[in-house]
């Protein structure tokens, strides 16, 4: 069982806009145009703050880079050479570190 902390009445505006009582918009950091999730439960529908995160996306140079700078051994940067070539890059054409004794 829930144990309810506060209950305010609220409406429902055009389009199925939620409005959301000032107080806990303020505590639960909700304000206007804040991503929030809609759950559907059993007992009715749950809204509660989202958190979206920014993804990084990487250009095929910058995973060539990844791949080739990662490289622990001489085996493992011909594996990485390959694998950039792979791809359709020049490995040389790429900034990147040398493993340890290459």
């Known amino acids: 069982m829930v144990k309810i902390k506060h209950l305010e009445t609220t409406r429902i505006g055009r389009c199925g806009t939620v409005v959301v009582p000032a107080r806990l918009g303020q505590r639960f950091g909700i304000e206007e145009g804040s991503p929030i999730i809609a759950e559907e439960l059993e007992a009715g529908i749950l809204l509660r703050p989202a958190v979206s995160l920014s993804l990084e996306m990487y250009s095929p ?42």
Do not use: C, T, W
């Open 61 to 102: 140079d910058r995973k060539a880079q990844f791949l080739l700078s990662n490289a622990v051994d001489a085996a493992d940067y011909r594996r990485a050479v390959r694998e950039v070539r792979v791809m359709g890059l020049d490995p040389s054409r790429i900034p990147h570190r040398l493993p340890a004794g290459h």
